[in-house]
């Protein structure tokens, strides 16, 4: 995919290790020829970061707390001084209370579901509205990222389903939006990973050795493969691809019932 990038610019946020789906696509898009800035948020994610977007040959990582509305407005200003358009956004946030990723649903309390809301699938919404400025000249991409537990009940998953359910939809409606504009807007789902987000999922090696054994590919996604599908989305090959939820999770999605070895 070398090349298929070159000369385009875009903002990643969500990195939080070298094992972060948010970092399989900046190394992706680097790779593809991409200039790439980061967003984290708080000092111990920004010492994290550092080595990892110099790698990429960043130096641009502003700290943005995306419930924070002054904080998202410092950044998009910092990064619109830097680079007055960009060609792509990834947005790669969400977030439950641990807690409540265990156990049953009915037990989703108000406080977090506001929060998890709020992070996981308003956030892309106010980023969006942000971005979409930078983005209006020449068209751009953005992306986002979600799970089947969306629209197929995932054990544990609680009410991070219901959250990703919403973020969808958004990323439909914003597609819409901002079709006109030449801006497509797309989500990728890919299956169970083992990342620092996943971890706090009750069950998650359960949940990660049951899809690896079942899907027709036999595997799990892999970075490089998530990387991939979002170089190509954000390629000029992807310019009429918008609205979809790529799904990148070995072809898990289409079974009705576990391999027969498995049963």
């Given at each position: 995919?070398?090349g298929q990038?070159?000369?385009?610019?875009?903002?990643?946020?969500?990195?939080?290790?070298e094992r972060?789906?948010?970092?399989g696509?900046?190394?992706a898009?680097?790779d593809a020829?991409?200039e790439l800035?980061?967003?984290?948020?708080?000092?111990?994610?920004?010492?994290r970061?550092e080595?990892?977007?110099?790698s990429?040959g960043?130096?641009?990582?502003?700290?943005?707390?995306v419930?924070d509305d002054a904080?998202?407005?410092?950044?998009?200003?910092q990064?619109s001084?830097?680079w007055?358009?960009i060609d792509?956004l990834?947005?790669?946030i969400a977030?439950?209370?641990?807690t409540?990723?265990?156990?049953?649903?009915?037990?989703?309390?108000?406080?977090?579901?506001k929060?998890s809301?709020?992070?996981?699938a308003?956030s892309?919404?106010?980023?969006a509205?942000?971005?979409?400025?930078?983005?209006?000249?020449?068209?751009?991409?953005?992306?986002t990222?979600t799970?089947?537990?969306?629209?197929?009940?995932?054990?544990?998953?609680?009410?991070?389903g219901v959250?990703?359910?919403?973020l969808?939809?958004?990323?439909r409606y914003?597609?819409?939006?901002l079709?006109p504009?030449?801006?497509r807007?797309?989500?990728i789902?890919?299956?169970?990973?083992k990342?620092?987000?996943?971890?706090?999922?009750?069950?998650a090696?359960k949940?990660?050795?049951?899809t690896e054994?079942?899907?027709?590919?036999?595997?799990n996604a892999?970075?490089?493969?998530?990387?991939?599908?979002?170089v190509?989305l954000a390629?000029?090959?992807?310019a009429?691809?918008?609205?979809e939820?790529?799904?990148v999770d070995?072809?898990f999605?289409?079974?009705?019932?576990?391999q027969?070895?498995?049963l």
């Open positions: 995919m070398a990038l070159s000369g385009k610019r875009g903002l990643i946020m969500g990195v939080a290790n972060s789906i948010a970092w696509i900046a190394k898009m680097a020829g991409a800035a980061f967003t984290y948020q708080g000092e111990a994610f920004g010492k970061l080595p990892l977007a110099a990429v960043s130096d641009f990582m502003v700290d943005v707390d419930t904080s998202l407005d410092v950044a998009f200003d990064l001084a830097r007055p358009t792509f990834v947005h790669a977030y439950s209370d641990k409540e990723l265990t156990g049953r649903f009915i037990n989703t309390s108000r406080a977090n579901f929060n809301m709020d992070i996981s308003y892309f919404i106010e980023v509205r942000r971005a979409y400025p930078m983005m209006q000249e020449n068209g751009g991409t953005l992306l990222l799970y089947g537990g969306s629209n197929r009940v995932t054990p544990n998953y609680n009410v991070m959250a990703k359910a919403a969808e939809s958004a990323t914003l597609a819409n939006d079709g504009d030449g801006i807007v797309n989500a789902s890919p299956g169970p990973m990342t620092l987000a996943g971890a706090a999922i009750g069950g090696r949940t990660y050795k049951h054994q079942n899907a027709p590919l036999r595997s892999t970075l490089e493969a998530v990387g991939g599908t979002a190509y390629s000029d090959a992807g009429y691809t918008t609205g939820i790529i799904r070995g072809g999605h289409v079974l009705g019932m576990p027969q070895d498995h």
